[in-house]
């Protein structure tokens, strides 16, 4: 079954910009390597209160499975080494899984 999941990238203040630079480096491998993601998309979303730009990725993936192993892979071993060493987020990765509730296409 195939899974909808946001991942909430919530940056240091000071650090988006580098956040940002990992993440572009992040899509590409994930484009080449994991050939069971459908779709990988990464937003921004500002707080122009508090000063904050965070980032939102989408995932489109295969099943559970594939999900599950992600974080054995070792570009995501090389990001979470890169994001701990330099301090880049404020709190740890969130996921969240979408369930389909209902809506239409055009």
Same mark, same amino acid.
Request: net charge negative; aromatic share 8%.
């Given at each position: 079954? #195939?899974?909808?999941?946001?991942?909430?990238?919530?940056?240091?203040?000071?650090?988006?910009? /580098?956040?940002?630079?990992?993440?572009?480096?992040?899509?590409?491998? #994930?484009?080449?390597?994991?050939?069971?993601?459908?779709?990988?998309?990464?937003?921004t979303?500002?707080?122009?209160?508090?000063?904050?730009?965070?980032? #939102?990725?989408?995932?489109?993936?295969?099943?559970?499975?594939?999900?599950?192993?992600?974080?054995?892979?070792?570009?995501?071993?090389? #990001?979470?080494?890169?994001?701990?060493?330099?301090?880049l987020?404020?709190?740890?990765?969130?996921?969240? /899984?979408?369930?389909?509730?209902?809506?239409?296409?055009?």
């Open positions: 079954m #195939v899974l909808d999941v946001l991942v909430f990238i919530l940056t240091n203040k000071g650090k988006e910009k /580098r956040a940002g630079e990992v993440l572009e480096w992040l899509i590409g491998e #994930v484009k080449e390597k994991e050939p069971d993601m459908h779709s990988y998309h990464v937003y979303t500002h707080d122009h209160e508090k000063g904050t730009l965070d980032y #939102v990725a989408y995932l489109r993936i295969k099943d559970e499975t594939i999900l599950a192993q992600r974080p054995n892979l070792g570009h995501h071993h090389e #990001v979470a080494k890169i994001i701990k060493e330099e301090d987020l404020r709190e740890p990765l969130k996921y969240l /899984r979408l369930e389909d509730y209902g809506g239409w296409d055009r």
